[in-house]
């Protein structure tokens, strides 16, 4: 287990306070990442984001603060603080902060 992960195990935790916003930049820390999927908590600044890929497996994005357009296959979804994404495997997809914005991003691998 990592010294970050230690510092988060076994204790309630507020995710959106692991991380502080940057000017200019997107931030993450990874809370798990094990074989069968990941753990990351991110925090764009506004306009920041993600450009197109596709990933072999499903992601699930989940808004803790701020709003985001979550692109799929070329269709935008605004999604803010309370929802949730699932970007399908092997489909093009992006994101970009519409103002500062956090989300925990889940990876299953299986």
């Known amino acids: 287990m990592s010294s970050a992960q ?20 997107v931030v993450s820390r990874t809370l798990v990442d094990r074989p069968v999927g990941t753990l ?22 989940q808004v803790l603060d701020g709003a985001a357009d979550v692109t799929i296959d070329g269709t935008v979804h605004r999604v803010t603080a309370g929802q949730i994404i699932i970007m399908p495997a092997n489909r093009p997809h992006a994101l970009r902060a519409v ?5 925990l991003l889940t990876m299953i691998r299986g």
Do not use: C, W
């Open 6 to 25: 230690e510092t988060i195990t076994g204790r309630a935790i507020t995710l959106a306070d692991l991380l502080q916003y940057q000017n200019g930049a």
């Open 40 to 61: 990351t908590v991110f925090a764009f600044d506004e306009e920041q984001g993600l450009s197109e890929h596709s990933a072999p497996f499903d992601a699930i994005v």
């Open 99 to 103: 103002e500062r914005f956090k989300m």
